[in-house]
T-cell receptor, first 114, second 114 residues
Framework: GESVGLHLPTLSVQEGDNSIINCAYS??????FIWYKQESGKGPQFIID?????DKRQGQRVTVLLNKTVKHLSLQIAATQPGDSAVYFC?????????????FGSGTRLSIRP | KAGVTQTPRYLIKTRGQQVTLSCSPI?????VSWYQQTPGQGLQFLFE???????NKGNFPGRFSGRQFSNSRSEMNVSTLELGDSALYLC?????????????FGPGTRLTVL
């Protein structure tokens, strides 16, 4: 497969533990945020999103937390599995803005220890 | 339903050559966006097409161009290739509007310029 980024921050987690991936966003006017997962050799895949009128949103095994005061997002993955190995990155934009307005973060590589 | 497909998956060219990459969106999707992904810059927006019309263009030189056909398939072209054009080129399709509808990414075309 392909390596998306060779110099990304890496988070190593024991299988079964919870993972927390952090993201600092840049634009205080952004009010819509998305987390993507990118596995080796594949394109980014939508995981979960959150609007700025919320501070927490839960999906299946994933939770996104938003702290607008410090412009910080986190993605929590519960009971991390080998299939969670990937690069995760956040994106910021505004609702109903086009693709041209999306700002993508550089990503964090999550690796799972057996 | 088949996902977004991109061809070719890998391409090696030399400086000065030109290249054409192809993207077939999910059936029924009418919006196609293109991105360049590099380790240093992350994902950067190139352009977006809808109904054969370019809706938005990112901050790339005129050597980068694209088009969309009546069946929503899209191509992008890079002329006079430079070493810095080496990257993973991703396309994403959405139903009508990349700002309103979820984007689905293809696996990308890995371009290497020697």
């Amino acid at each position: 497969g392909e390596s998306v980024g060779l110099h990304l921050p890496t988070l190593s987690v024991q299988e079964g533990d919870n993972s927390i991936i952090n993201c600092a966003y840049s634009n205080s006017a952004s009010d819509y945020f998305i987390w993507y997962k990118q596995e080796s050799g594949k394109g980014p895949q939508f995981i979960i999103d959150i609007r700025s009128n919320m501070d927490k949103r839960q999906g299946q095994r994933v939770t996104v937390l938003l702290n607008k005061t410090v412009k910080h997002l986190s993605l929590q993955i519960a009971a991390t599995q080998p299939g969670d190995s990937a690069v995760y990155f956040c994106a910021e934009t505004s609702p109903y803005s086009s693709a041209s307005k999306i700002i993508f973060g550089s990503g964090t590589r999550l690796s799972i220890r057996p | 339903k088949a996902g977004v497909t991109q061809t070719p998956r890998y391409l090696i060219k030399t400086r000065g050559q030109q290249v054409t990459l192809s993207c077939s969106p999910i059936s029924g999707h009418r919006s196609v966006s293109w991105y360049q992904q590099t380790p240093g810059q992350g994902l950067q927006f190139l352009f977006e097409y809808f109904s054969e019309t370019q809706r938005n263009k990112g901050n790339f030189p005129g050597r980068f161009s694209g088009r969309q056909f009546s069946n929503s398939r899209s191509e992008m072209n890079v002329s006079t290739l430079e070493l810095g054009d080496s990257a993973l080129y991703l396309c994403a399709s959405s139903l009508y509007d990349s700002g309103r509808d979820e984007q689905f990414f293809g696996p990308g075309t890995r371009l290497t310029v020697l």
